[in-house]
Structure formats: C-alpha cells, structure tokens
C-alpha cells in the first residue's frame, strides 16, 4: 500500500472550468505529453497503453491489459515487471507499479465534476508509417462515473484537458469514440485501498 499512497496525495481534487476549443498549440502540447509518458502495459490477457501518473512508476491502463497479480510495463526500450496496485473489473481500470525510479508522470487535474462538456484530446496511435495523430473531442453524459468522448481510443489511453492535465483514461471503444472514466473515480478506488489494513 505504500506504492499507493504518493498517487493518491497526487490526486488532489481541484475546480475545472469549460475550456474553448483546444488550438494547435494545445494539440503539440499535449502529443509531447503523450509521447514522454505513455507505455505499453503487458499481461496474460494481452497488451495495451498506460499512462504514467507517478513518479514512482505508477501506471493507469485499462484491466484488459493486466492480471490480477502482475503485468509487464515498457518503457525505455525495457521490459520491467509490475505489480497489480488496483484492479477493477467494473470500472475498466488497474493501476500498476514498475520497479521503484524516476518516471516522467504526467500532471493530472482531478475533479468531483463531471468533464462532460469540455474539450478533451486524446492522441489516436499510428498505424504503418502514420504518425500518433492528437484530435480534440467534447466528452458527454454516460452512465455514471462514466464519459464517452467524440474521440476513438484503444482501451488505457489517456485524455487531456486544453492545459495539459491527464483528466480521464479510456476504458472502451464505443462506436466512433470510447468510453472513459474520470481520475475521480479512479482516486475514489484508490483512497479505499489505502483505508483498507
């Protein structure tokens, strides 16, 4: 559990304001973002993308990618193992730890409100020789705590506001976007691990 609890101080909930259409700059602002901290998460049930929300190594990525004791974390040309630190079936969503260093963890922006109705981008994976494209979406109302965002991520993926701050992961495609879920309900889950002996 003390993997568990710099990430839950890191949650810190703050207000977040409608936000305008994100510009170009918002966009390459968030693609550097993406490209310094996201990783692929490895497990028996198949790999996916994390995002690195911990300087410690702590990854949030969907639970498709991860067993219930372990995965696999790539990051810097290695292949480090991980230990399950959350795992919810229900929510879609597992946090793990690689091996104790000095990760580049994004800035996150916690909230109690719901980000529907604002601006949110997430970064579409290239495929071939296509580039990572960054693409803004509005995210709307979904069954609660859920968001689905106008944008069509792969499960794990992170979603940014206009400012740079992780605001939400992907949990599932849904049609032309996906489904996520707000840091909220992620930091919820943790705090209930940390309170648990």
Known sequence: MTRLLPL????????????????RAD?????????RSVVK??????????????SEGQVLTSVRHV????????FAG?????TVLL???MLK????????????????QVSAASPAGQWLIGVVPGRGQKRDTPTAGLAREAPEPFIDV????????PLFDTRGRLVAVSVQRKGRGCRALPLDAVKQQLVTRVATP
Not at 93 to 108: D, E, H, K, L, R
């Open 41 to 54: 998460v490895r497990g028996g049930r198949g790999a996916g993308l994390g995002i690195i929300v911990g």
């Open 150 to 157: 106008d944008v069509a991520l792969p499960p794990g993926s």
């Open 87 to 89: 795992a919810n079936a």
């Open 8 to 23: 839950v101080l890191a949650l810190v909930s703050t207000s977040v304001l409608a936000a305008d259409k994100p510009t």
């Open 67 to 74: 067993d219930l004791e372990a995965a696999r974390v790539e």
């Open 93 to 108: 969503v597992a946090v793990v730890a690689a091996p104790t260093g000095n990760y580049p963890a994004v800035p996150v």
């Open 78 to 82: 290695q292949s480090l193992p991980a």
């Open 27 to 35: 966009l390459q602002k968030t693609l550097a973002l993406y490209e």
